[in-house]
């Protein structure tokens, strides 16, 4: 089995979880990249890394990298995207991978011209759970879907310095939680949604704090997302088919989903994967992806997100510095 060689972009949340998930494996990153070198030292000096660059740039002209994790604010990605995949390296990016639709269709361009492997780092598409129940609705027991209803609520302090609610580093609801929420619908829609309504409440800084939106594609299936990042929901999933609904809570790294059938209203639990391990399914499916084995990361879902997040914020006007 041939071992990638990955080096993370950035040194936060996700950084630490990749490099336990690299762990977990009986591996590690090779190397580590940060704005802030000291906490690059740090960072590797904790999981044992061998390398850390003294300059970002290093990172892409390191001949030994194979794969980078880009985990750095959303309005830098595509500044480190254009870098990397010209490099000829694979990239997984943590999402929301882009800051719109153009930005993602260069990023797309740079991939197939250099022949190499882009990806957004969404979970939905890498927990077991979502396989399975793809497995069951392919089967047809449940009909045809109908509706899907999706709730994504966070309780952030109102400061509008830290990031959620910063203009300047991509906040806002929309790209944060609401990118998980059009993943999730994305994923059970049989095609992406071509008729979008929306409203929306600012913060005072001038990004999306809240947001309700409604969908419908040529299928006439719809779908329902509520959205805050200041007031707390259940992270639910609910999927209505003719003969049944799923419901999945947590779902961004879902585990365990219920479906309810309609006839004699009788309950079956699917459980599949690990919470835990979510990030381990992702690298799982990335070197799979790398090898030419499968084609396991769904770039065509996160191109139909991304277009439809990109609609949706020039219905609302609202537009980051880097935009105007």
Not at 50 to 79: G, Q
Request: hydrophobic letters at 40%; aromatic letters at 10%; one cysteine or more.
């Amino acid at each position: 089995m041939i071992e990638y060689r990955w080096a993370t972009l950035g040194c936060g949340v996700i950084a630490n979880q990749l490099a336990q998930a690299m762990e977990e494996q009986g591996g590690k990153l090779y190397s580590v990249a940060n704005r802030t070198h000291e906490k690059a030292i740090a960072f590797a000096q904790k999981y044992g890394i061998e390398k850390v660059y003294d300059r970002i740039e290093d990172v892409f002209e390191d001949e030994n990298v194979d794969i980078i994790y880009i985990s750095t604010p959303h309005n830098t990605h595509i500044e480190y995207l254009r870098k990397a995949l010209n490099a000829g390296k694979h990239v997984l990016c943590e999402k929301s991978i882009t800051l719109n639709a153009q930005e993602l269709e260069e990023a797309v361009a740079l991939a197939k011209k250099n022949h190499v492997i882009l990806a957004e780092a969404m979970t939905i598409y890498h927990m077991p759970v979502y396989k399975k129940l793809e497995e069951i609705i392919s089967s047809g027991v449940l009909g045809p879907l109908k509706l899907i209803q999706m709730n994504f609520g966070s309780y952030k302090d109102y400061d509008m310095t830290n990031r959620f609610f910063s203009r300047n580093l991509a906040g806002g609801a929309m790209l944060d939680i609401g990118v998980y929420a059009l993943s999730f619908v994305r994923w059970f829609m049989t095609s992406k949604p071509d008729q979008i309504v929306s409203q929306v409440k600012y913060a005072p800084t001038g990004v999306d704090e809240q947001a309700g939106i409604l969908l419908k594609n040529k299928e006439e299936e719809m779908a329902t997302v509520i959205l805050s990042l200041h007031a707390k929901q259940p992270k639910r999933g609910t999927i209505a088919f003719d003969k049944g609904y799923i419901e999945i809570y947590e779902y961004p790294r879902g585990e365990e989903a219920v479906i309810t059938y309609t006839a004699d209203g009788h309950r079956e639990t699917i459980k599949e994967g690990s919470t835990d391990l979510a990030l381990s399914y992702e690298v799982l499916d990335m070197e799979k992806a790398v090898s030419g084995k499968e084609d396991s990361m769904h770039l065509d879902y996160t191109v139909d997100v991304m277009d439809m997040m990109t609609q949706i914020r020039k219905d609302w006007g609202m537009k980051y510095p880097e935009e105007e």
